[in-house]
């Protein structure tokens, strides 16, 4: 369902891509918990996602939380974290 939801966003097919994004985070939230790396990955991509719809607010919540995410898992100056900061 991500990869579908990549293909989604990048037509800029934004409702589809937000409702897929939407299912993959829900079931890696319960099987993976909140701070897998393939969890923080899909929220990053639901935030970008409602960024380009123009849903600044609840992008930022999303963006937000994978930030700070990242900064404990990872570390201020990983690649990752980093990585956050350009979202």
């Keep these: 369902l991500d ?6 966003r990048d037509r800029r097919l934004w409702g589809p891509a937000r409702i897929l ?3 993959v985070l829900q079931r890696r939230l319960r ?3 909140a701070e897998s790396a393939d ?3 899909t929220m990053s991509r639901l935030g970008t996602t409602l960024r380009f719809q123009g849903e600044l ?3 930022r919540v ?3 939380a994978v930030l700070e995410a990242r900064r404990r898992r990872f ?3 990983d690649p990752k974290t980093l990585d956050s900061y350009v979202n």
């Design 75 to 77: 570390g201020e100056d």
């Design 62 to 64: 999303y963006l937000d």
């Design 21 to 23: 994004f939407e299912r």
């Design 3 to 8: 990869n579908l939801a990549l293909i989604y």
């Design 57 to 59: 607010q609840a992008a």
């Design 39 to 41: 969890t923080l990955v």
């Design 31 to 33: 099987r993976l918990g």
